[in-house]
C-alpha cells in the first residue's frame, strides 16, 4: 500500500491530528515538522492500514463538524438566521452579518458559499479542510426547524450519525424553549441519571468523563449539568451568552413575588472550592455579576426580583460564609449562599420522587447565608407538607362554608343552585388556592379577571383535590341524610292527589 495514498488521505490533517496519529503509532521526533512536511513524514512512517487510517481521519472531521453544530447554536438558537430565498435549486441566508448561498441541496451538484468575512469558509472550506462553516450548520438548522428540509426525502451530504443526532438536538432544544415539546417522563429520567453518574465527577474536573459523555471541557459541562439540575426543580433558567459574567440566572416565576437567583458554577479539581478564602477580591467581581450585569440592566420592579447569588462547587470550606455578610454589605442586601453538588443533587432527587416544593420554599434555602446542608433540605420538605395541610384546610373549610349557604336551596333530593351562585362558589374556593396554586390577575384591555394555574405542581393539586372531592362527597352524604324538605315535584303530586 502506498504512502502516496496515505498522503492523499491525511494531508489536510491540522497538526494535532497528525500529531495524534503519531501518538497512536508510538512515532517519535514528529514534533518539529510544520503542517505539510508532518502529513508527509506520518504517511512515510505509519503502518496502520489504510481502512483503519480512513476510519481516523473520519473521526477527526465527524468531530470538527461537532463543534460546528455547538458554535452555530449562537445563530440559530438566539434567533439571527433569516431565510430570505428558499427553492428546490437556490437557498439564501443569513446567519448574523453573514450571508449564505447553498445551491442544489441534496443533489450531487451540491455547492455552497459563505460570506467573504467568513474567515472559517475562506481558511478551511475552501481548502477542503472540512465541509462546512457554523453559518452553514445554522442556516441547515434553522431550515429543518421550519419544515424546509424533510430529512426523510433530503439526505444531507456530511450530516449523519453522531453529527445528523447533535444537529436534531440542537434544533429540540429551540423547539422546547418555544413550548413546541414538553420534556417527557423518560428525559427527565435519563437527566437524573445523567446527574447521579456524573455532576459530583465532572464538578471535580473530571476532563476524562466530560471530553468522551460530553465532548467538551469540564467548566462548560458543569454550567449546563446545574442548568438542568435547576430545570428539574421547574426553574425558568437563563445560561449565559457572554463571555464573562455570571454563568446562570434561575427564576422563581411562582413566587409572589418572583426572584431572580444569580448561579456561580465553579468546578475544582481537589473537590472544595476555597478559591474565593485566598482571593477576596473576587467577591468584587461576583458583585459586579449580580449589579452591574443584571440589576442595573432591569427596570422597575425587576430589579427588585434580583436577591441572591448561589455559588455551585463541589463542596466548601466551613469559613467560606465569612464572605456572605460581607458581599451582603458590598452588594446592598443581595444574600450569598453555598451550594454543594452533592445538597442540589439530594434535593433534586427527592424532589422529582415527590414534587411537592413551590418557588417559594426553595426560596427559603436562597435566603440562608451559608453553606446548604441536606438537613435544609429536609426541612423544607417538611414545610412544604405542613403548607399542603393547610390549603387543604383552608380550602375544605370554604367549601363547607359556601355549600351551608345554600341550604335554604335543599330538598331532600337536590342541592340548587344558579349560575351566579355557582361562580361564587367556584370562585371562593379557588381563592382558597392563591397565591400557591393559582395567580389571579386582570386583563388589562378588557377588564377581564383571569386564572393562571400553576400546572408545574401537579402533585400538590392532585393532594388538594382529592381531599376537596372527599369532603363534597362528605358534605353530599350529610345533605342526604338530614334534609328532609319535600321536594318540589313531590309537593305538586301531593297536591294533585289532593292528599
Ligand atoms: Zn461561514
Redesign the pocket.
Known amino acids: 500500500m502506498s504512502s502516496k495514498q496515505r498522503h492523499n488521505l491525511i494531508k489536510n490533517l491540522t497538526v494535532k491530528e497528525l500529531s495524534e496519529i503519531c501518538k497512536s503509532c508510538k512515532l517519535s521526533g514528529y514534533s518539529k515538522y510544520k503542517q505539510k512536511e508532518l502529513a508527509r513524514f506520518v504517511a512515510e512512517n505509519t503502518n496502520i492500514p489504510l481502512k483503519e487510517l480512513e476510519g481516523m481521519v473520519n473521526g477527526f472531521i465527524e468531530d470538527r463538524l461537532l463543534t460546528k453544530i455547538k458554535d452555530s447554536e449562537d445563530y440559530f438558537l438566539f434567533k439571527n438566521v433569516i431565510i430570505e430565498h428558499f427553492d428546490e435549486e437556490l437557498i439564501k441566508a443569513k ?1 448574523g452579518e ?1 450571508t ?1 448561498t447553498i445551491m442544489n441541496l441534496g443533489t450531487e451538484e451540491f455547492e455552497y458559499y ?2 467573504e ?5 475562506r481558511y478551511h ?1 475552501k481548502k477542503g479542510r472540512y465541509p ?5 450548520m445554522a442556516v441547515i438548522a434553522e431550515l429543518i426547524y421550519q419544515n424546509k428540509i424533510d430529512l426523510e426525502k433530503t439526505e444531507l451530504k456530511y450530516i449523519s450519525g453522531a453529527v445528523l443526532d447533535s444537529l436534531l438536538k440542537t434544533i429540540e432544544k429551540r423547539n422546547k424553549e418555544d413550548g413546541i415539546l414538553k420534556s417527557s417522563d423518560r428525559e427527565i429520567e435519563s437527566t437524573l441519571q445523567k446527574l447521579k453518574d456524573d455532576f459530583l465527577e465532572i464538578s471535580k474536573q473530571n476532563s476524562q468523563i466530560s471530553r468522551k459523555k460530553y465532548d467538551e471541557r469540564p467548566e462548560r459541562v458543569f454550567e449546563n449539568l446545574v442548568d438542568e439540575a435547576f430545570q428539574l426543580l421547574e426553574f425558568d433558567t437563563i445560561p449565559r451568552r457572554a463571555e464573562f459574567g455570571w454563568d446562570l440566572l434561575i427564576v422563581g416565576t411562582h413566587a409572589s413575588p418572583p426572584y431572580l437567583n444569580v448561579i456561580e458554577c465553579k468546578t475544582a479539581k481537589n473537590g472544595l472550592y476555597d478559591y474565593l478564602m485566598h482571593n477576596p477580591d473576587y467577591l468584587i467581581r461576583l458583585k459586579s455579576y449580580c449589579i452591574d450585569m443584571c440589576k442595573e440592566k432591569l427596570i422597575g420592579a425587576y430589579k427588585e426580583y434580583v436577591k441572591y447569588m448561589t455559588i455551585v462547587a463541589p463542596d466548601f470550606p466551613k469559613e467560606i460564609i465569612m464572605h456572605s455578610s460581607k458581599f451582603s454589605y458590598m452588594s446592598g442586601g443581595l444574600i450569598l449562599s453555598f451550594l454543594p453538588v452533592s445538597t442540589l443533587l439530594y434535593l433534586v432527587e427527592k424532589y422529582r420522587e415527590n414534587p411537592i416544593l413551590t418557588h417559594d420554599l426553595i426560596e427559603d434555602l436562597f435566603k440562608l447565608p451559608k453553606v446548604i446542608e441536606k438537613s435544609d433540605i429536609d426541612e423544607i420538605f417538611l414545610k412544604a407538607e405542613y403548607q399542603i395541610e393547610e390549603i387543604i384546610f383552608k380550602s375544605k373549610e370554604i367549601l363547607r362554608s359556601s355549600m351551608n349557604e345554600f341550604s335554604h336551596n335543599t330538598d331532600s333530593c337536590f342541592i340548587k343552585l344558579d349560575e351566579i351562585m355557582l361562580g361564587k362558589l367556584i370562585d371562593d374556593v379557588l381563592f382558597s388556592l392563591e397565591p400557591h396554586l393559582i395567580k389571579r390577575g386582570i386583563k388589562e384591555s378588557m377588564g377581564v379577571k383571569t386564572i393562571s394555574i400553576k400546572h408545574d405542581y401537579f402533585k400538590i393539586w392532585n393532594i388538594v383535590l382529592q381531599s376537596l372531592t372527599q369532603e363534597f362527597s362528605k358534605i353530599l352524604e350529610e345533605q342526604s341524610l338530614t334534609q328532609e324538605k319535600r321536594t318540589e315535584l313531590k309537593e305538586e303530586i301531593t297536591k294533585l292527589l289532593q292528599l
Do not use: E, L, P, S
Open positions: 446567519a453573514f449564505v459563505c460570506d468575512k467568513c474567515n472559517d469558509y472550506v462546512f462553516c457554523k453559518h452553514y
